[in-house]
């Protein structure tokens, strides 16, 4: 009981960091069979609009709290099938926060097939920190669970896209 208070207490009282979590989308352009997302995945795409609200929305709890740090996960579905949503809240969020004095970061979390260097070099200006590409082990045992929906494995199409943007 002791730590769930102190644990609640800085949550609540840290004002260090505010980390969300950003869904782009609710599609992939994979077929993975185990895919625990495969019934909520609807082809919706975040809409400008939706994505200018949660801007705001975010701005306002930055400033609310006084906030010194904003940290933005981007998520799908698959986040690089949106890109224009993960360049737009990259650039509108590492302005705002620019602006309150606060810094930014984000991170991308991806299956690896559709992300490039270009995306890599644009988004690094906006503070973009991190790509996290997943894999299910060697070509083998990748290619037999992370599968295109035509069936083809994406070991070696994730291996090119991750040594293309290796060191950046």
């Excluded at 782009?24 to 069979?33: G, H, K, L, W, Y």
């Excluded at 309150?100 to 270009?118: C, W, Y």
């Excluded at 996290?132 to 994406?154: H, Q, Y």
Aim: glycine fraction near 8%; charge should be negative.
């Amino acid at each position: 009981q002791e730590f769930n208070k102190w644990f609640t207490n800085k949550v609540v009282e840290d004002k260090h960091l505010l980390s969300c979590t950003v869904l782009t989308n609710f599609t992939c352009n994979m077929a993975c069979p185990y895919c625990y997302q495969e019934g909520f995945q609807n082809g919706l795409f975040m809409r400008k609009d939706t994505a200018k609200q949660t801007c705001e929305w975010l701005q306002d709890r930055m400033e609310r709290y006084d906030m010194e740090k904003l940290e933005l996960i981007f998520l799908g579905g698959e986040p690089m099938l949106n890109p224009d949503a993960v360049r737009f809240f990259s650039k509108q969020m590492w302005e705002r926060c620019r602006a309150l004095g606060a810094e930014f970061e984000s991170r991308i979390v991806t299956n690896g097939v559709l992300i490039t260097p270009e995306i890599v070099d644009e988004l690094k200006n906006y503070g973009l920190i991190e790509v996290k590409v997943t894999l299910d082990g060697d070509r083998e045992a990748n290619d037999k669970k992370r599968i295109f929906k035509g069936g083809k494995g994406s070991y070696d199409i994730i291996m090119q896209r991750l040594e293309s943007i290796a060191g950046r």
